[in-house]
């Protein structure tokens, strides 16, 4: 279920989209699963069309859905590849964070840090 809370300072469609995100990676949406069309969600959730359709083109830039035309929108496979991606990434930093003698509450601190600057791409060595 798919809540929005129009006084929270997120926008609609960023709730939106961590939302069906989170629903994805947890599995409660399988592979495969079609995903309702952008103007019935809309109308569902009493949001504008674009606000849903921004959500939908987010999802699909990182992997965790597929438009398939007029088909529709389905949890894409690849968002299982995304998420196994991540797991290595982790297990790899937690290897960097043991072998430098970091604590674990520093090396949180640092990959939270990282996800609030908003970097996305890696910084060369």
């Known amino acids: 279920m798919i809540v929005i809370d129009t006084a929270s300072p997120v926008p609609p469609f960023e709730q939106l989209r961590a939302q069906l995100a989170r629903q994805i990676q947890d ?9 309702p069309t952008i103007r019935h969600l809309a109308a569902d959730l009493g949001l504008a069309v674009n ?6 083109r987010e999802l699909e830039e ?16 690849a968002g299982e590849e995304g998420l196994e991606r991540a797991r290595r ?5 937690a290897a960097v964070i043991a072998s430098v ?3 674990p509450g520093e090396a949180i601190r640092i990959v939270q840090a990282a996800l609030a600057s908003g970097r996305t ?4 060595r």
Do not use: K, M, N
Request: charged letters at 20%.
């Open 89 to 93: 990434a982790a297990a790899d930093y």
């Open 62 to 77: 990182a992997g965790l859905i597929e438009t398939r035309g007029r088909a529709g929108s389905f949890v894409s496979a």
């Open 27 to 35: 599995r409660e949406l399988a592979v495969g699963a079609r995903l």
């Open 51 to 56: 606000t849903v359709g921004r959500a939908y």
């Open 121 to 124: 791409t890696p910084t060369a």
């Open 101 to 103: 003698g970091l604590l």
